[in-house]
């Protein structure tokens, strides 16, 4: 269903004031008038005159567009009411993409901000495309304390003991990533290198 023209309008002019802030120059701007999604082309505040930004809004974002890409032909200029279309639809599948996780593999849980700790889980089943089953593993201390340290798993050849906990997984961003249901957690596949733990 089209938007209002005037909540349209609404959303360019502030989409174009928050780069204008940062020191942008507005080329165009253009919005898809039914769902609120835009996409703004800029000349950059450092640099040549003749290179051209375009800045991706998804329907709701007004301060910050969600990626920016360097324009580099007439071509690109031109399809890029296009561009924007391909991004969303690429962000849309991502978000019921299957995940790539194995059983067996490790899941680093770092929590927090002011302060950083870790929950590591190995992943014991995959109940569906979009899902996983992970036991927590023991963790240990390897360099420093709780305080201010590194911690890795502790993996036995054996099975993980425990009650397995099933959590949604997203691919939006490309990789594998757990809904825990907090705003603190960042779970994603282990790297192998110990984490960073501190307090505050």
Not at 35 to 63: K, M, N
Not at 152 to 170: K, R
Not at 186 to 197: E, F, I, M, Q
């Amino acid at each position: 269903m089209p938007k209002d023209q005037a909540d349209l309008d609404t959303k360019t002019q502030r989409r174009a004031r928050e780069l204008k802030g940062r020191g942008y120059k507005i080329l165009e701007t253009h919005i898809d008038p039914e769902t609120g999604a835009g996409v703004l082309l800029t000349s950059p505040p450092f640099g040549s005159e003749d290179e051209v930004h375009a800045h991706f809004y998804r329907p709701r974002q007004l301060r910050r567009g969600f990626t920016s890409e360097k324009i580099t032909s007439n071509h690109a200029r031109i399809g890029v009411r296009q561009r924007l279309q391909t991004l969303l639809q690429m962000e849309k599948d991502a978000k019921v993409a299957p995940h790539d996780l194995q059983v067996g593999e490790i899941i680093a849980n770092i929590w927090g901000y002011s302060m950083q700790d870790v929950r590591f889980y190995q992943v014991v089943g995959i109940p569906h495309p979009r899902k996983v089953d992970v036991v927590q593993l023991p963790d240990r201390i390897i360099s420093g304390d709780w305080m201010a340290g590194t911690k890795e798993p502790v993996v036995s050849e054996q099975p993980p003991q425990g009650e397995p906990m099933t959590f949604d997984v997203s691919m939006e961003t490309g990789a594998a990533v757990l809904k825990t249901g907090s705003d603190i957690d960042r779970a994603r596949r282990w790297d192998g290198k110990p984490v960073s733990v501190y307090s505050d």
